[in-house]
């Protein structure tokens, strides 16, 4: 009786048992940083999911609609003064300029249209973008047809258009600035979400270690009877530790 009394007192004491206060940690962290965050959030939350790759297309209409604006007028000029194959250039040059517009105004295929508010007021609203750009384009068609046919009027919409292109152009600058900044708000946006996602994973890594922990103390106790117990826990803690390797270099990149 005495031994066995023995026994219970040492076994008695209870092993420590790790505590995950991660989420206590969180709710510190997030409390902090709500007031710096906040602004960003509402930013964000109109942002359509677009993929890199469409950013760039968007980018790259949206510049070729401001190269091909200036390569139309100074065909147009050349054309007035007889140039040879001026008029085909620069008709091919009003074609681009055109095609650039309607993609980017109009739904289709893997482009948004206008997909922001920031468009719909470039576009729309004060600075009437689509009005301006389309107005260009019927003057560049009126001119190069009276170049074309050598009518008195040639001189006088030649003028007009040369006039009207240092205008376009801030508008275009404009319009692909916006484009520009979305493209980097919305890299910012998928960046934020990796974070999350990562940061999601390492609170249930940690989680999983302390079950890991708790589970070897367990098997220790269970002495032979939990030496395979202790084998599983001991590979959960191992799997726990090249996640929250991997985490670590998922978040150094979405940092970078």
């Known amino acids: 009786m005495t031994s066995q009394l023995a026994l219970r007192e040492v076994a008695a004491p209870?092993?420590?048992v790790a505590v995950n206060d991660a989420h206590h940690d969180q709710q510190v962290v997030a409390t902090q940083e709500v007031g710096n965050t906040q602004a960003d959030l509402e930013q964000d939350a109109n942002i359509v999911p677009l993929s890199g790759e469409v950013f760039g297309m968007l980018i790259n209409l949206s510049g070729r609609?401001?190269?091909?604006?200036?390569?139309?007028?100074?065909?147009?000029?050349?054309?007035?003064q007889q140039h040879e194959n001026a008029v085909p250039i620069a008709r091919e040059a009003l074609a681009l300029f055109r095609a650039a517009h309607a993609s980017l105004l109009k739904r289709s295929g893997d482009l948004p249209g206008v997909f922001c508010p920031e468009l719909e007021e470039v576009y729309f609203g004060a600075l009437d973008g689509d009005r301006k750009i389309c107005a260009f384009i019927e003057l560049a068609g009126r001119t190069l047809n009276a170049i074309e046919d050598k009518l008195r009027t040639a001189p006088e919409l030649l003028a007009q258009?040369?006039?009207?292109?240092?205008?376009?152009?801030?508008?275009?600058?404009?319009?692909?600035?916006?484009?520009?900044?979305?493209?980097k708000r919305h890299a910012r946006l998928m960046r934020d979400q990796l974070r999350g996602i990562m940061k999601d994973i390492e609170t249930i890594a940690r989680e999983?270690?302390?079950?890991?922990?708790?589970?070897?103390?367990?098997?220790?106790?269970?002495?032979?009877?939990?030496?395979?117990?202790?084998?599983?826990?001991?590979?959960l803690s191992n799997i726990?530790?090249?996640?929250?390797?991997?985490?670590?270099?998922?978040l150094?990149?979405?940092?970078?």
């Open 161 to 183: 258009l040369v006039e009207v292109t240092t205008p376009l152009l801030a508008i275009l600058n404009q319009i692909t600035a916006v484009y520009e900044e979305q493209s």
């Open 240 to 250: 726990t530790t090249e996640i929250d390797e991997l985490v670590k270099a998922a």
């Open 252 to 256: 150094n990149g979405a940092a970078a």
């Open 65 to 80: 609609r401001r190269f091909t604006s200036q390569r139309l007028v100074l065909y147009a000029v050349l054309a007035s």
């Open 208 to 235: 999983a270690k302390m079950v890991a922990f708790n589970a070897r103390i367990v098997a220790a106790r269970a002495g032979i009877a939990g030496k395979e117990f202790s084998v599983v826990a001991g590979v």
């Open 14 to 16: 209870d092993m420590p």
